[in-house]
């Protein structure tokens, strides 16, 4: 029976790791996400029965359950070099006047690939298993980073044939009979990167939480492998793609570069698809050149292309320095800059009272758009970079995505210029500014500000807050200045009749703006808490919030020790929320809201009163390899349940994992039903997205 058991839990693994690598790295996927969860279901499931049978490959064992002390430092088994650098085609026909000096009358023939601008890192595969990661470091050691990398979903936690190789029959690429097999070891290299759509949600969270956004995405992915909790790096997705080898046994893993990229392709492991091979330097200058014009298509950054000799046996004669390969080289695209004048600096007020300078430029092209508008992020950076209206400037995109000034061209500054002084009053209501503590913004402390207004009112009636469809920041604007709107609530005392009689409004047009606004009424409480504009807290951290504490009334009570206790809420986010919570301007903000009829209603209600845990209170003790405290409330929130923080006689049902402790005692006594949370899940099992 034990084999049996066995049989059936590596079955189903061998399922999903095929569906992972098709829906991951193929996007080719085969079955829909509903019976993808009913394959993790039940392995999650067979796991929890025979703990014992688990291994750490496993699909469901890619999550950490607690966040690292720290990184340690491990050793390459073979540096991980780096590599000469060019601009121009006259250094790549240098490069193969080299290449053919100590080949002599050997022919080389080149691979040509994208090079991605991430972080580089090494995986190391023992029989087939994931076993480390680490990042590139000084190229003799670096981070341990496996919890973090093992997140990653196109990375496999065990390699497997998921094809058979396409190697032409003249060479040896396999072992002697043939067939490809997995090697005892394999040491792969490769990046870490973050898709562009990915940065820029990352970025939009962080702005709405009022943090310093990422400047570009190598840095964003860099930061995100540092974090010590994999689960938070889990939600970042970030991708891999292989690129070269360290070590490996048997050594005559392949004879060549662009097969051994095949074979690593038929191993389930992610390679960069962006690759040509080339005869000759010309076709590799041709090649290059065609990849400057196309890398504004791809999803992700690449900031050039790197040339390699095909044959492995070549770039063993070829050998390296002490620093680089002779047998490779990196070809850099010039980051794309434009020349433009500075025609004005203005400084935009944000909804918690965040002043940001924007350089108002005179417009122009620059990878692939029209640029008129650069941040200037903060004064401490304006005064840096010495950045003056009527300056000629340098602008580039940062990581091609964000438009940011580079550097002033002093030789054409205009003698009348003067320094741009960072404002000692808002500009837009007059009142005093203060800078942060420990920080660089510096903001307006006036609660009335008429700028923090209009920008709060279009964050709370925003898609991802209160979702009021025609409330947009023009139509507030007008509003605000025919002071029809001064707070949250003023929305919700608009008559038809005040509508219709604005400039572009009709009777139709009122009809539908006072209808979204009546309906907006019933959004939940995380849709109101993300629309507060409460410091720190974005979507996430009010999805969190509200899943914990479940009504406004809890929130306004908490004190900083039980924020604090809420995993996902850190100790500065904790103080913000209480400090927000504990104004008399708050409070009579939210008895406002709630007199217009807001009904505020906590996860129970809000996602499904005809959901089969509708009305009970559900409370989760122990722990659960793979989710989040938080995800597995937002599961129970899904089906109409409302997660408890502690067992009462309130209490409908205990869900225990391992090691449950005192609540899951406290629940048998009071006699509350309890079940285990593979049956939890089995009966209730979790979308995709709790698995990224």
């Known amino acids: 029976m034990g084999e049996s058991v066995?049989?059936?839990?590596?079955?189903?693994?061998?399922?999903?790791?095929?569906?992972?690598?098709?829906?991951?790295?193929?996007?080719?996927?085969?079955?829909?996400?509903?019976?993808?969860?009913?394959?993790?279901?039940q392995l999650k499931k067979?796991?929890?029965?025979?703990?014992?049978?688990?291994?750490?490959?496993?699909?469901?064992?890619?999550?950490?359950?607690?966040?690292?002390?720290?990184?340690?430092?491990v050793p390459h088994s073979v540096p991980m070099l780096s590599m000469d650098n060019t601009y121009s085609d006259d250094d790549l026909r240098q490069f193969d006047q080299r290449?053919?000096?100590?080949?002599?009358?050997?022919?080389?023939?080149?691979?040509?690939?994208?090079?991605?601008?991430?972080?580089?890192?090494?995986?190391?595969?023992e029989n087939g298993r994931l076993a480390a990661a680490a990042t590139r470091g000084d190229g003799t050691s670096g981070d341990d980073i496996t919890s973090n990398v093992r997140t990653i979903t196109s990375v496999p936690l065990r390699l497997e044939i998921i094809?058979?190789?396409?190697?032409?029959?003249?060479?040896?690429?396999?072992?002697?009979?043939?067939?490809?097999?997995?090697?005892?070891?394999?040491?792969?290299?490769?990046?870490?990167?973050?898709?562009?759509?990915?940065?820029?949600?990352?970025?939009?969270?962080?702005?709405?939480?009022?943090?310093?956004?990422?400047?570009?995405p190598r840095n964003a992915t860099a930061g995100s492998l540092k974090l010590l909790d994999s689960k938070t790096v889990a939600g970042r997705k970030l991708r891999f793609l292989a690129y070269a080898l360290g070590q490996v046994r048997p050594v005559n893993f392949a004879e060549g570069h662009s097969r051994m990229l095949e074979k690593l392709r038929s191993l389930s492991l992610p390679v960069n698809p962006n690759y040509e091979v080339a005869e000759d330097i010309g076709q590799v200058i041709e090649i290059c050149r065609r990849w400057e014009e196309k890398r504004y298509k791809l999803d992700h950054q690449i900031d050039g292309m790197v040339v390699k000799v095909d044959s492995i046996a070549q770039q063993r004669q070829l050998g390296q320095t002490s620093r680089a390969p002779r047998w490779c080289i990196a070809f850099k695209f010039a980051a794309e800059q434009a020349e433009t004048v500075v025609q004005g600096i203005t400084v935009q007020v944000g909804k918690t009272g965040a002043l940001t300078p924007v350089a108002n430029l005179t417009p122009v092209h620059l990878a692939g758009t029209t640029v008129s508008r650069a941040s200037l992020h903060n004064f401490d950076e304006v005064k840096r970079k010495d950045v003056r209206e009527g300056d000629t400037v340098l602008v580039e995109k940062a990581g091609e995505i964000?438009?940011?000034?580079?550097?002033?061209?002093?030789?054409?500054?205009?003698?009348?210029?003067?320094?741009?002084e960072a404002p000692s009053n808002c500009p837009q209501c007059g009142e005093p500014v203060a800078k942060d503590e420990q920080g660089v913004y510096i903001r307006c402390v006036n609660p009335g500000c008429p700028a923090q207004l209009v920008e709060r009112l279009r964050h709370f009636a925003g898609r991802d807050q209160m979702d009021i469809e025609g409330l947009g920041i023009a139509l507030i604007e007008q509003l605000v200045n025919e002071r029809l709107l001064t707070s949250f609530a003023d929305i919700y005392r608009l008559k038809k009749e005040q509508l219709a009689a604005l400039e572009r409004m009709g009777d139709k047009s009122a009809d539908n703006l006072i209808n979204a606004i009546r309906a907006s009424k019933?959004?939940?409480?995380?849709?109101?808490?993300?629309?507060?504009?409460?410091l720190h807290v974005g979507k996430r951290a009010a999805q969190v919030l509200a899943q914990e504490l479940a009504s406004i009334q809890d929130i306004?009570?908490?004190?900083?020790?039980?924020?604090?206790?809420?995993?996902?809420?850190?100790?500065?986010?904790?103080?913000?929320?209480?400090?927000?919570?504990?104004?008399?301007?708050?409070?009579?903000?939210?008895?406002?809201?709630?007199g217009e009829g807001l009904k505020m209603p906590g996860p129970d209600r809000a996602l499904g009163k005809k959901g089969p845990l509708s009305g009970k209170t559900v409370v989760l003790t122990g722990s659960v390899p793979g989710y989040t405290r938080g995800q597995l409330e937002e599961l129970i929130a899904a089906h109409g349940g409302r997660a408890g923080g502690s067992v009462s006689k309130k209490t409908d049902l205990v869900v225990y994992g391992?090691?449950?402790g005192s609540k899951l005692t406290k629940a048998e006594n009071l006699g509350i039903e309890t079940i285990p949370v593979d049956e939890f899940l089995a009966n209730f099992p979790p979308n995709r997205i709790f698995i990224n």
């Open 99 to 125: 290449v053919r000096k100590i080949l002599g009358d050997q022919k080389p023939r080149y691979v040509v690939e994208s090079k991605i601008d991430g972080v580089a890192v090494s995986l190391r595969y």
């Open 522 to 534: 019933n959004q939940p409480l995380e849709r109101v808490l993300a629309g507060l504009g409460i």
């Open 163 to 216: 094809e058979p190789p396409s190697a032409p029959a003249q060479t040896t690429l396999f072992d002697t009979a043939g067939a490809l097999e997995v090697p005892e070891l394999l040491e792969v290299r490769g990046e870490v990167f973050m898709p562009n759509k990915e940065f820029e949600r990352i970025n939009r969270r962080r702005q709405e939480a009022d943090e310093a956004p990422f400047a570009n």
């Open 556 to 594: 306004l009570q908490a004190d900083v020790e039980r924020l604090e206790q809420i995993d996902e809420i850190g100790p500065v986010m904790a103080q913000s929320i209480y400090q927000f919570c504990h104004t008399k301007r708050t409070r009579a903000m939210i008895d406002d809201l709630l």
């Open 402 to 420: 964000i438009p940011q000034v580079v550097q002033v061209n002093k030789n054409k500054r205009p003698q009348t210029s003067k320094p741009f």
């Open 6 to 41: 066995q049989e059936s839990m590596e079955s189903l693994r061998r399922r999903i790791r095929r569906h992972d690598h098709l829906y991951y790295v193929l996007n080719t996927p085969e079955i829909s996400d509903r019976q993808y969860d009913e394959l993790f279901a």
């Open 46 to 73: 067979l796991e929890a029965a025979h703990p014992e049978l688990i291994t750490p490959d496993s699909p469901t064992q890619r999550v950490a359950g607690k966040p690292l002390e720290g990184f340690t430092t």
């Open 658 to 660: 391992e090691n449950p």
